[in-house]
C-alpha cells in the first residue's frame, strides 16, 4: 500500500459519536485524499489537501472535517456520525501534478 | 462536470478468455485516464494509467487500455484472463484540479 496506513482498520460508532481516521504516509507525498465507498457508487471523494497546512472540499464533505497540520498526517473527523456515514474509507496519496494516487488499505466504519 | 460510466456492473468470462471493460468518461479538456484493481478486502492498486502520448498503454498483470478521444473511452483489455483476475475494477479520470473521479466498478468473475 505504497507506505500509506490508516487507523482504525474498524470502527463500531452510535449515532451522534465522534471519532477521527488517521491517515499516516511515509513518502512524503504533498496530495492526500479522503474518499468513501459504498457498494454501487464506486469511491466519492470527501476531502483532499494538497500540502501542509491547505485542505479543500470534493464531492461529497458535508459532515466531514478534514486537517492536514503536519505533512505525514491527513485526518478525517465525523462530528457527530449518522448511519449514512457508514462505509468503507479509503486515503491515498498522490506525490504531484500528472501522478498516480496510491491508496491505504481501508478503514470500515459502522454506525448504529 | 467530470463523470465516469462504466456500464458493465458484473462481467463473467472463463479462464483463458480474453476480456474487455468499458470505460466512457465526460470531461472538457485531455483527461488523464486511469484504471485500478480492488480484490475483496484489499485497497486500490493502479493498473495502468494515460496522461498523453500513444493511446495505447500497457500496464501490469498483462492489462492493456486504448484511450479513443472520439468516443470518450478507455476501455480496458486483457488477451487471456486467469482466475486471479477476479476481483472489482475502477476506471477514474482526473482533471486539473487535482480531484479524481471514479466509475461504479466493474465486478470480475472468472469461471475455471
Known amino acids: 500500500n505504497a507506505g500509506v496506513t490508516q487507523t482504525p482498520k474498524f470502527r463500531v460508532l452510535k449515532t451522534g459519536q465522534s471519532m477521527t481516521l488517521l491517515c499516516a504516509q511515509d513518502?512524503?507525498?504533498?496530495?492526500m485524499y479522503w474518499y468513501r465507498q459504498d457498494p454501487g457508487m464506486g469511491l466519492r471523494l470527501i476531502h483532499y489537501?494538497?500540502?501542509?497546512?491547505?485542505?479543500a472540499k470534493g464531492e461529497v464533505p458535508d459532515g466531514y472535517n478534514v486537517s492536514r497540520l503536519k505533512k505525514q498526517n491527513f485526518l478525517l473527523g465525523l462530528e457527530s456520525a449518522a448511519p449514512s456515514q457508514t462505509s468503507v474509507y479509503f486515503c491515498?496519496?498522490?506525490?504531484?501534478?500528472?501522478?498516480?494516487?496510491?491508496f491505504g488499505p481501508g478503514t470500515r466504519l459502522l454506525v448504529l | 462536470a467530470q463523470s465516469v460510466t462504466q456500464p458493465d456492473i458484473h462481467i463473467t468470462v472463463s479462464e483463458g478468455a480474453s476480456l474487455e471493460l468499458r470505460c466512457n468518461y465526460s470531461?472538457?479538456?485531455?483527461?488523464?485516464l486511469f484504471w485500478y484493481v480492488q480484490s475483496p478486502g484489499q485497497g486500490l492498486q493502479l493498473l495502468l494509467k494515460?496522461?498523453?502520448?500513444?493511446?495505447l498503454v500497457q500496464g501490469i498483470k498483462g492489462f492493456e487500455a486504448e484511450f479513443k478521444r472520439s468516443q470518450s473511452s478507455f476501455n480496458l483489455r486483457k488477451p487471456s484472463v486467469h482466475w486471479s483476475d477476479a476481483a472489482e475494477y475502477f476506471c477514474?479520470?482526473?482533471?486539473?484540479?487535482?480531484?479524481?473521479?471514479f466509475g461504479t466498478g466493474t465486478s470480475l468473475t472468472v469461471i475455471p
Open positions: 491515498a496519496i498522490r506525490s504531484g501534478y500528472q501522478e498516480t494516487q496510491y
Open positions: 513518502m512524503n507525498h504533498e496530495y
Open positions: 470531461y472538457g479538456a485531455t483527461p488523464y
Open positions: 489537501s494538497v500540502g501542509e497546512g491547505t485542505t
Open positions: 477514474a479520470v482526473a482533471n486539473t484540479g487535482n480531484q479524481f473521479y
Open positions: 494515460y496522461f498523453s502520448g500513444d493511446t
